[in-house]
C-alpha cells in the first residue's frame, strides 16, 4: 500500500475514496480434458404440486438450496465459476455465454446466501462455500474441470483445492482474485488495515443500497477515473445483484473474503494455473493478490490487464473470454 493510500484511510476521506482505496473482493475458464457426461441434479420443487423452480438447485448437507445455470453442450468439457461478492452467477454471463458457445458445458452457482441460493443465518465462511462447491460438483459428477474464480470466487476456488484436492480438477483460473490475503498482518504488511473492511461492513449495515450504488459506479468498474466511459447498466446490474443476497450473508461475506489466509491452500495448486488481474485494480490492488500468489503458485501463467479496474469480467470482457477460452484449450 502507498503512503497515500494508507494517509487516505487513516485520515477518513469520503465514503467513496474509502470504497475506492479498499473495498474487497467482489464479485469467481474451460477445461483441458473431455469431460464425462454428468446426470444433472433434480431441480427443488415448491409447495405446489407439479410446480418447479426456474433453473437447477442442489441441496447441500446442512439443508442450503444452492441455484446453478448448466450452459452448453452437457457432453462438452466442463467450467465452472465462482462468482465475487455480492454479486451472483449473473456477473459471470458474457464469460459463460462465449464458452458455452465454443463447445463447453459451463456451470456457475449462486453462492450461499446471495442471488436465488437460500440465506443461511450461520455458515457465511469460506470453508462453507468451498464444502458448497464440492457438493455441486459432486452432486453433478464433474470431471476433468476447469475451476476458475473472479474476487471472492477466487477465495473460495482456493479453499475448495485446499479442502477437497484436484482430483476433479484440470486446470484453475484467478481472476481479480482475493487471494492470497487481504487484511494486513504482521506476515502480511502489504495488506489494507482490518478498520477499512470494518467500515465496509458499518456501510453496510447504514445502507447497503448505497453502498453498492457507491462501490459500482466509482472503483469497482474504474468509473471514477478521469475520462472513464460509465456504463449505467453495469451500475445497475451491480445494485440489482448486490440486493438479491442476503443482508447478513453479504455482510459476514465481507470478514470471509478480506481475513481469509489461502496462502496454504495456493501451496496446493499442482495443475496448470491461469492468473488475470488489471494493473488498476482499486478493489483488490494487484501486488497484494495476484502477484502475491504468482509467487506461490510458482508454475501459473500471470496475465496483467494495464489500466484494467478490478471488474474485468464486463470492462474487459472480450479479451477475458479470449483469454479463458485460448487457456481451456490448450
Request: charged share 20%; glycine share 10%.
Amino acid at each position: 500500500m502507498t503512503k497515500i493510500q494508507a494517509n487516505a484511510i487513516a485520515n477518513g476521506i469520503s465514503r467513496r475514496g474509502v470504497l475506492a482505496g479498499t473495498l474487497g473482493a467482489v464479485a469467481a475458464v474451460s477445461a483441458v480434458r473431455p469431460a464425462s457426461a454428468a446426470t444433472p441434479a433434480k431441480t427443488a420443487t415448491s409447495n405446489s404440486e407439479g410446480a418447479r423452480t426456474m433453473g437447477s438447485r442442489i441441496i447441500t448437507r446442512d439443508g442450503v438450496e444452492i441455484y446453478y445455470k448448466d450452459w452448453g453442450p452437457k457432453d462438452g468439457p466442463v467450467v465452472v465459476l465462482s462468482h465475487g461478492w455480492p454479486l451472483s452467477s449473473d456477473s459471470w454471463e458474457a464469460q459463460a455465454f462465449h464458452l458455452a458457445q465454443n463447445g463447453f458445458r459451463v456451470i456457475t452457482h449462486d453462492r450461499r446466501g446471495h442471488g436465488r441460493s437460500s440465506q443461511p443465518w450461520d455458515g457465511n465462511d469460506m470453508d462453507h462455500y468451498a464444502d458448497d462447491l464440492a457438493e455441486l460438483i459432486e452432486q453433478l459428477d464433474l470431471t476433468n474441470i476447469f475451476l476458475a474464480g473472479f474476487s471472492t470466487g477466487g477465495g473460495e476456488i482456493s479453499r475448495y483445492i485446499g479442502r477437497h484436492g484436484t482430483k476433479r480438477v484440470a486446470k484453475a483460473g484467478l481472476i481479480s482474485a482475493v487471494p492470497p490475503l487481504m487484511v494486513k498482518t504482521e506476515a502480511n504488511p502489504g495488506g489494507l488495515p482490518k478498520e477499512v473492511f470494518d467500515n465496509l461492513q458499518a456501510a453496510s449495515l447504514a445502507d447497503r443500497s448505497q453502498l453498492y450504488k457507491d462501490v459500482a459506479s466509482g472503483p469497482f468498474f474504474g468509473f471514477n477515473r478521469p475520462g472513464a466511459k460509465v456504463s449505467q447498466g453495469m451500475i445497475d446490474s451491480f445494485w440489482l445483484q448486490g440486493m438479491m443476497g442476503g443482508h447478513k450473508n453479504t455482510y459476514d461475506s465481507i470478514a470471509a473474503f478480506s481475513q481469509t489466509d489461502f496462502t496454504e491452500d495456493l501451496k496446493k495448486f499442482d495443475v496448470p494455473t491461469l492468473i488475470i488481474h488489471g494493473d488498476d485494480d482499486q478493489i483488490v490492488p494487484i501486488d497484494a493478490a495476484a502477484r502475491a500468489s504468482k509467487k506461490l503458485v510458482p508454475h501459473a501463467t500471470l496475465k496483467v490487464y494495464p489500466g484494467a479496474p478490478h471488474g474485468i469480467t464486463d470492462t474487459h470482457k472480450d479479451q477475458l473470454n479470449q483469454d479463458l477460452l485460448e487457456f481451456a484449450r490448450s
